[in-house]
């Protein structure tokens, strides 16, 4: 069976990894739209070998699509995912809009893809940062239940987009040779002041909050709760954007509902696990590297560790490339598991 296809914001850093990845995944296509902004309508992608212009989203390109995967911005999903439900076609959202609607799911396959079956036409993919970290912790929940998790983010600037990435490497060029700058986008393009991200460590990602935390912190924790059906797991994160161009890194601390846990125990769950790599081998410096990540569709898991202090208390590294797990490859998995369980008509 073939399927009818859109892709919106085809040319975004997420769209061009959906079409990579739709393609290395060979997903059964019978007809690819690409769509975008009007801004970005015709430029011309190519798909297996193809062309294709790219042609600005309207409420008509729907007519005909079984499946649209979003990624546009948050305004793009709002006013357009529900055109697109009304044609008939079945949405995956990258953004943030509809996430935490009760009436849509929010899957990441290898934790929660039975959701799949309560949906209303729109699916929404969660936050790259909060999908590595369920995929990791997921498997110590079935196995060991989860009462904590504190985690700090170390997050590449791809998760800001195309011009985030511009702006990183133009920094570093014009600090190397003395040259003046200004900061315009990060850490957010939409908020008052702009810092510098090339050899820095900025503390913001997304929008400030009334409660203190950003946009993100807040994504992160709500969006786990949701997905692991955990209401009253407690949670809290702080994340951090550095000058790494790709791939997620996380500082992650659990406390299981069970203690007792070896280290080693955790080792082989992970290793087991489905979408994790376990790297851990100390003695030969082995743990999951940002740089060695892109490219890669899995979760990589090192530095398991045994708090000192408590015996339920564990800490880890995990690190997945944000444009693919975190992203592209999530949706493109939905589209999949969509497909698997006979729900695209
Ligand atoms: C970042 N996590 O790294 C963000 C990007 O809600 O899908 C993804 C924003 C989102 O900046």
Redesign the pocket.
Known sequence: KQFHVAVVGATGAVGQQMLKTLEERDFPIASLKLLSSKRSAGKVLTFKGKEYTVEEATPESFEGVQIALFSAGGSVSKALAPEAVKRGAIVVD???AF?MDPNVPLVVPEVNESDLKEHNGIIA?????TIQMVVALEPIRQQYGLKKVIVSTY??V???GLEAIEEMKQQTKDILEGNEFTPEILPVGGDKKHYQIAFNAVPQ??LFQDNGYTF?EM?MMNETKKIMHMADLEVAAT?V?LPVETG?SESVYIETEKGGASVQELKTLMESSPGVTLQDDPANQLYPLASECVGKNDVFVGRIRKDLDRDNGYHMWIVSD?LLK??AWNSVQIAESLAKLNLLK
Request: hydrophobic share 15%; net charge positive.
């Open positions: 990258n953004t943030s996430r993919n969660p936050n790259c940062s997050q590449a791809s998760g800001a990602i997304d993100e994504k994340c954007r997620h944000n975190g992203a």
